[in-house]
């Protein structure tokens, strides 16, 4: 379990990135970060991961309080894996296998033990195929799915991925919402960032909702999506057909099926 007490934060110009934001993130758990650009999910995810400090407030993991001690920090990055938006930040080996085994490496495993979850982590991923490419040569989505490989090598409890969908095409998407899937089937919380509510709405149990650095929301679909949404924001479009027609709980799937029964009665 994580938890944020009275986070506030901002940036050296004095802006306020973060405002007083109290959060619990139970474990086991597939959350959705919504909010417009601007919004603080990145600082947010910044703050999880100990890259960033607050200016006020505490974290918790388990109730131990992070102190941003290096060795602390060490093992607070070893429970909390965050791939960044843009896997060219987070790629930099010869090879795909040698960038996956780096994570490991550093925390100090065995070159045997780096590579065999270097290996297995890949596996998972779909891109064992390609451990020996360098990075540069892959598309954006096997670049994806080798950031996420990295991290998934080290194991850790949360799985943290700033807009992971943004830039694949639909097949890629589907490979991406099966790959954060799994992890979670292994007990493990994995909290996504994203701007596009239907990708939230097919796989997410729970949804943070940010504006302009406040904390709007925390809850399910049923309750997030009954009420006002920030600027920026829309109703997934799967549930907005479901709320017209009564329908409860409702998926992309059942969307199309009443969409195909309406169009035959036309």
């Not at 909702?209 to 829309?234: C, M, Q, R, T, Y």
Request: proline letters at 6%; hydrophobic letters at 40%; charged letters at 25%.
């Amino acid at each position: 379990m994580i938890e944020l007490k009275n986070i506030h934060s901002s940036y050296p110009d004095g802006t306020e990135a973060l405002k007083r934001i109290d959060l619990t993130i139970q474990a086991g758990v597939k959350i959705a970060l919504l909010g417009a650009s601007g919004s603080g999910k990145s600082t947010l995810f910044h703050h999880l991961t100990g890259l960033m400090k607050p200016d006020e407030g505490t974290i918790f993991m388990n109730k131990e309080l992070l102190t941003y001690k290096k060795k602390q920090l060490r093992e607070w990055r070893k429970k909390i894996g965050f791939v960044m938006q843009n896997p060219d930040m987070q790629l930099f080996a010869p090879s795909v296998e040698e960038d996956v085994m780096y994570g490991p490496l550093q925390l100090g495993w065995s070159m045997n033990e780096a590579k065999k979850a270097a290996q297995d982590a890949m596996d998972k991923c779909g891109i064992l195929p390609l451990r020996h490419k360098p990075p540069h040569a892959l598309s954006m989505g096997e670049k994806k799915r080798a950031a996420i490989a990295g991290v998934a090598a080290m194991n850790p409890d949360v799985f943290i991925l700033d807009e992971p969908e943004a830039g694949l095409d639909p097949a890629n998407v589907k490979k991406l919402i099966a790959l954060i899937n799994d992890f979670h089937s292994r007990g493990k919380s994995v909290i996504v960032s994203t701007h596009h509510v239907d990708f939230a709405y097919e796989w997410a149990e729970e949804f943070i909702i940010l504006d302009k650095g406040e904390l709007v929301k925390h809850a399910n679909s049923a309750v997030v999506f009954n009420e006002p949404l920030p600027n920026g924001l829309e109703v997934p479009w799967a549930f907005e057909i479901g709320r017209l027609t009564g329908t409860r709980p409702f998926t992309k799937k059942d969307a199309f099926r009443i969409f195909g029964e309406l169009m035959s009665k036309m």
